[in-house]
């Protein structure tokens, strides 16, 4: 047995009353207390009237969601949402571009230099006449096939933007996804959110009712109530979720305008059954990611080539046709000609071959820190989604049903035998159940949100291909490389 409260030596002992006084710091601790007459059968009026203005009807706040479709009305459905969004998300836009941007470059780096013309005047006035005047031109060939080589690194960096192009309208396919499942569960959480209202409401005015007629206790309808209120409340806050996920839906396709419309599907459809290995196989097969991690391996072998034929030296051409007027009136055309080669005596490009010697090493395990990264994300994404549909189908199918019987035995059993149940255990009853409620909206959001980052990393645009996934997928075939341009008589391109 626990020792007695013993007060402090000197300090005068407290009543009950005084010990569970509720701090003033607490909001409501200065609520006056219920005080109702008691109940008069002659005038039961007096004891009516001033119940109903203690205990009004909670009322419920309007549900903010599209209203039912009328016969001749279609749902839109999740694929006319991926289109929406193809034709309008500007991120799309930019990843297309950035192909443009990489061709260019490659077409750039593959190019001869330009010839330099100009004219030229030598020694002029030294014997009074106006000596040697006319043009000249130079021209630097590369050699070694340089171009070729920086053409070539310059093709990796667009067959990674076509890359990215895929993985980008993948990601952005997965953001409509989550924004559409999303919406769903906003819509199921309003629609539940509702339902609970109008049940603790009319708890409420049950145990209201009960009070006039003299069965229950002043205190009792007061924390219905509360839960009525709080019901209430979570209502408003579902509400103002099904707003939001439309806004950030509509957003995600790049249509912010577009008003809420009815969704074709709902929240608690039936989910696939994923196998991880399966899953890990096509996601290392197939995510672009590993694909330009092995493209960027190759490009710094290319790299590494090219740093070590730049120090083979480039020819330098020089040209100068003259007209010699050293001797007066005997004019006579000559021409000059120059080749030449630098001598690679102190830049070999050593430290360049060596720097990106470096850079090939670290491009080597690129690919494994890529797939180690996947693996991560896979398992992350695969728990989520793992535990929480198991999680679900509890709640759904089990723990839900139960907290109802639950509730409504212990409902039934007070008011038969309020000695035994006491009004408490209904207030505890129907917290459970409503805290239930509220787990199982969070777990029906977690689900899809572990659903749609599998598909993203499974590079599946639609969420029907989870489904039937392929044993072995069949591996991204590879990007087009950009054609080298044609070359031009002259050695000029």
């Given at each position: 047995?626990?020792?007695?409260y013993?007060?402090?030596?000197?300090?005068?002992?407290?009543?009950?009353?005084?010990?569970?006084?509720?701090?003033?710091?607490?909001?409501?601790?200065?609520?006056?207390?219920?005080?109702?007459?008691?109940?008069?059968?002659?005038?039961?009026?007096?004891r009516?009237?001033?119940?109903?203005?203690?205990?009004?009807?909670?009322?419920?706040?309007?549900?903010?969601?599209?209203?039912?479709?009328?016969p001749?009305?279609?749902?839109?459905?999740?694929?006319?949402?991926?289109?929406?969004?193809?034709?309008?998300?500007?991120?799309?836009?930019?990843?297309?571009?950035?192909?443009?941007?990489?061709?260019?470059?490659?077409?750039?780096?593959?190019?001869?230099?330009?010839?330099?013309?100009?004219?030229?005047?030598?020694?002029?006035?030294?014997?009074?006449?106006?000596?040697y005047?006319?043009?000249?031109?130079?021209?630097?060939?590369?050699?070694?096939?340089?171009?070729?080589?920086?053409?070539?690194?310059?093709?990796?960096?667009?067959?990674?933007?076509?890359?990215?192009?895929?993985?980008?309208?993948?990601?952005?396919?997965?953001?409509?996804?989550?924004?559409?499942?999303?919406?769903?569960?906003?819509?199921?959480?309003?629609?539940?959110?509702?339902?609970?209202?109008?049940?603790?409401?009319?708890?409420?005015?049950?145990?209201?009712?009960?009070?006039?007629?003299?069965?229950?206790?002043?205190y009792?309808?007061?924390?219905?109530?509360?839960?009525?209120?709080?019901?209430?409340?979570?209502?408003?806050?579902?509400?103002?979720?099904?707003?939001?996920?439309?806004?950030?839906?509509a957003?995600?396709?790049?249509?912010?305008?577009?008003?809420?419309?009815?969704?074709?599907?709902?929240?608690?459809?039936?989910?696939?059954?994923?196998?991880?290995?399966q899953?890990?196989?096509?996601?290392?097969?197939?995510?672009?990611?590993?694909?330009?991690?092995?493209?960027?391996?190759?490009?710094?072998?290319?790299q590494?080539?090219?740093?070590?034929?730049?120090?083979?030296?480039?020819?330098?051409?020089?040209?100068?046709?003259?007209?010699?007027?050293?001797?007066?009136?005997?004019?006579?055309?000559?021409?000059?000609?120059?080749?030449?080669?630098?001598?690679?005596?102190?830049?070999?490009?050593?430290?360049?071959?060596?720097?990106?010697?470096?850079?090939?090493?670290?491009?080597?395990?690129?690919?494994?820190?890529?797939?180690?990264?996947?693996?991560?994300?896979?398992?992350?994404?695969?728990?989520?989604?793992?535990?929480?549909?198991?999680?679900?189908?509890?709640?759904?199918?089990?723990?839900?049903?139960?907290?109802?019987?639950?509730?409504?035995?212990?409902?039934?059993?007070?008011?038969?035998?309020?000695?035994?149940?006491?009004?408490?255990?209904?207030i505890?009853?129907?917290?459970?159940?409503?805290?239930?409620?509220?787990?199982?909206?969070?777990?029906?959001?977690?689900?899809?949100?572990?659903?749609?980052?599998?598909?993203?990393?499974?590079?599946?645009?639609?969420?029907?291909?989870?489904?039937?996934?392929?044993?072995?997928?069949?591996?991204?075939?590879?990007?087009?490389?950009v054609?080298?341009?044609?070359?031009?008589?002259?050695?000029?391109?």
């Amino acid at each position: 047995m626990p020792a007695a409260y013993q007060p402090t030596k000197g300090v005068p002992a407290q009543t009950l009353l005084e010990r569970l006084k509720i701090p003033e710091a607490i909001p409501g601790a200065k609520a006056r207390p219920i005080i109702i007459p008691p109940r008069d059968p002659n005038m039961p009026s007096v004891r009516y009237s001033v119940i109903d203005k203690i205990f009004p009807n909670v009322p419920g706040p309007q549900v903010m969601v599209p209203l039912p479709l009328a016969p001749d009305q279609r749902r839109m459905t999740l694929a006319e949402l991926h289109e929406i969004a193809l034709a309008n998300n500007p991120t799309l836009v930019q990843v297309q571009a950035a192909i443009t941007s990489f061709y260019g470059l490659a077409v750039q780096a593959g190019t001869h230099p330009n010839p330099v013309v100009g004219y030229e005047a030598d020694t002029v006035n030294s014997s009074g006449t106006p000596n040697y005047q006319g043009i000249y031109g130079t021209q630097q060939i590369k050699t070694a096939g340089k171009l070729n080589l920086a053409r070539a690194v310059g093709n990796v960096d667009v067959m990674n933007a076509q890359l990215n192009v895929r993985k980008t309208r993948v990601q952005v396919m997965s953001q409509v996804n989550m924004g559409y499942y999303a919406v769903l569960v906003a819509q199921e959480n309003v629609r539940i959110s509702d339902a609970l209202v109008r049940f603790t409401n009319e708890v409420y005015r049950i145990q209201v009712e009960k009070l006039r007629e003299g069965e229950a206790t002043n205190y009792e309808p007061a924390q219905l109530r509360s839960l009525a209120v709080q019901a209430r409340s979570a209502l408003v806050q579902s509400q103002n979720r099904y707003i939001s996920a439309w806004k950030q839906l509509a957003a995600l396709m790049g249509t912010p305008n577009l008003p809420p419309v009815e969704l074709d599907g709902h929240a608690d459809m039936p989910v696939p059954e994923l196998n991880f290995d399966q899953a890990l196989s096509r996601l290392l097969t197939i995510h672009p990611d590993v694909a330009a991690a092995r493209n960027s391996e190759s490009q710094a072998r290319i790299q590494l080539q090219l740093e070590k034929i730049t120090p083979v030296p480039d020819v330098f051409v020089y040209g100068a046709f003259q007209k010699d007027f050293t001797t007066p009136g005997q004019a006579r055309t000559s021409y000059n000609m120059q080749v030449g080669v630098p001598l690679p005596l102190f830049d070999r490009n050593r430290g360049r071959i060596v720097n990106q010697q470096g850079d090939l090493i670290q491009a080597t395990q690129q690919v494994r820190i890529v797939q180690n990264n996947l693996t991560a994300q896979m398992a992350d994404a695969f728990e989520r989604y793992q535990t929480n549909r198991v999680q679900l189908d509890f709640y759904r199918d089990q723990i839900l049903p139960d907290l109802a019987r639950a509730y409504k035995g212990i409902y039934e059993r007070h008011q038969q035998e309020s000695a035994e149940v006491g009004f408490g255990d209904v207030i505890v009853a129907q917290q459970n159940l409503a805290t239930a409620i509220g787990v199982y909206i969070s777990t029906l959001t977690a689900q899809w949100q572990g659903l749609t980052d599998l598909a993203n990393l499974l590079q599946v645009e639609d969420l029907n291909e989870l489904y039937n996934l392929p044993q072995q997928p069949a591996p991204m075939p590879p990007a087009e490389e950009v054609p080298p341009p044609a070359p031009v008589q002259g050695g000029r391109q």
